[in-house]
């Protein structure tokens, strides 16, 4: 790890504390309390001007201050809030129509957020990682309280981080309730689930692999819905070629003959194989 920069002792605590926060933002320390449980640090503004986030216009007409309060992530074992000054401005566009706008800081934390970007980052890989309660759990043993609706709430409201078009795809039935059945989509060489379809039959996973290009390989049921959805997708936007390659998991010895099933099949024995079996779509 190359060392940008060394402090030493004599150096002023404010030096140190405006190295952990972003030099972009253009803040300063004002000061710094401490409790039992939890850091406190005012910081102000140094901006002089503004863009209006409507109009798009820069102002350095100052309004008034105001005060936005930020948990930021933890000095462990202590809470981090941050208090900001900023300013408010007079929007200068006559055009315009917001009159009065409040200074953002589009790198630090979003509007009327309560949490600065980096934390909300690291609730959610604990969130995706392990839920509600055991993520909520987590945070607090890591000076980051949150309570388990909140944490559900933040992952709906961010969504599920974007996911790459698998190359390995697992397909098989879920069932939500007992007259209610899906469809499971898994990604087989990342060991973590793509989707859940509403609906088991051949069209509602043929649909999901003509807008996700890409999948080389499906591994399925023996059900027939799955490999009419296999092959119809084959038919209407292959992947580049007219082939498609099926693992087609084989209840009992792997020396059965493929013609029991009447598919395409790839035994147990090549599963480990680098070279996987091509069947041409007749």
């Given at each position: 790890?190359?060392?940008?920069?060394?402090?030493?002792?004599?150096?002023?605590?404010?030096?140190?504390?405006?190295?952990?926060?972003?030099?972009?933002?253009?803040?300063?320390?004002?000061?710094?309390?401490?409790?039992?449980?939890?850091?406190?640090?005012?910081?102000?503004?140094?901006?002089?001007?503004?863009?209006?986030?409507?109009?798009?216009?820069?102002?350095?007409?100052?309004?008034?201050?105001?005060?936005?309060?930020?948990?930021?992530?933890?000095?462990?074992?202590?809470?981090?809030?941050?208090?900001?000054?900023?300013?408010?401005?007079?929007?200068?566009?006559?055009?315009?129509?917001?009159?009065?706008?409040?200074?953002?800081?589009?790198e630090f934390a979003e509007p009327y957020a309560r949490r600065t970007n980096r934390l909300r980052e690291a609730l959610l890989a604990l969130g995706w990682a392990l839920g509600g309660e055991a993520g909520a759990r987590q945070c607090a043993a890591h000076a980051m309280p949150i309570c388990a609706a909140t944490m559900l709430n933040l992952l709906r409201r961010c969504?599920?981080?974007?996911?790459?078009?698998?190359?390995?795809?697992?397909?098989?039935?879920?069932?939500?309730?007992?007259?209610?059945?899906?469809?499971?989509?898994?990604?087989?060489?990342?060991?973590?689930?793509?989707?859940?379809?509403?609906?088991?039959?051949?069209?509602?996973?043929?649909?999901?692999?003509?807008?996700?290009?890409?999948?080389?390989?499906?591994?399925?049921?023996?059900?027939?819905?799955?490999?009419?959805?296999?092959?119809?997708?084959?038919?209407?936007?292959?992947?580049?070629?007219?082939?498609?390659?099926?693992?087609?998991?084989?209840?009992?010895?792997?020396?059965?003959?493929?013609?029991?099933?009447?598919?395409?099949?790839?035994?147990?024995?090549?599963?480990?194989?680098?070279?996987?079996?091509?069947?041409?779509?007749?």
């Open positions: 790890m190359k060392t940008s920069s060394i402090l030493l002792s004599t150096d002023p605590l404010e030096e140190l504390i405006e190295r952990l926060i972003p030099a972009s933002l253009g803040l300063r320390v004002h000061q710094l309390a401490i409790a039992s449980d939890e850091l406190t640090l005012l910081l102000a503004s140094s901006q002089s001007q503004a863009r209006c986030p409507v109009c798009g216009q820069a102002s350095a007409g100052v309004h008034s201050r105001y005060t936005r309060s930020l948990q930021d992530l933890p000095w462990d074992p202590l809470r981090l809030r941050l208090r900001v000054q900023v300013h408010r401005f007079f929007c200068q566009n006559p055009a315009c129509l917001r009159r009065i706008f409040t200074e953002p800081l589009p969504g599920a981080p974007p996911c790459p078009t698998p190359r390995v795809l697992g397909v098989d039935d879920w069932s939500f309730q007992a007259h209610s059945a899906g469809t499971l989509l898994v990604d087989l060489e990342r060991h973590r689930p793509v989707e859940v379809l509403l609906g088991s039959d051949e069209q509602v996973l043929a649909s999901w692999l003509t807008t996700h290009p890409g999948v080389e390989v499906i591994s399925r049921d023996r059900g027939a819905s799955s490999l009419k959805g296999c092959k119809w997708k084959v038919k209407v936007a292959a992947f580049g070629t007219n082939t498609c390659r099926f693992l087609v998991h084989i209840a009992g010895k792997s020396g059965s003959s493929d013609d029991q099933f009447g598919t395409n099949t790839c035994r147990h024995s090549q599963f480990g194989s680098n070279t996987l079996p091509s069947f041409e779509e007749q």
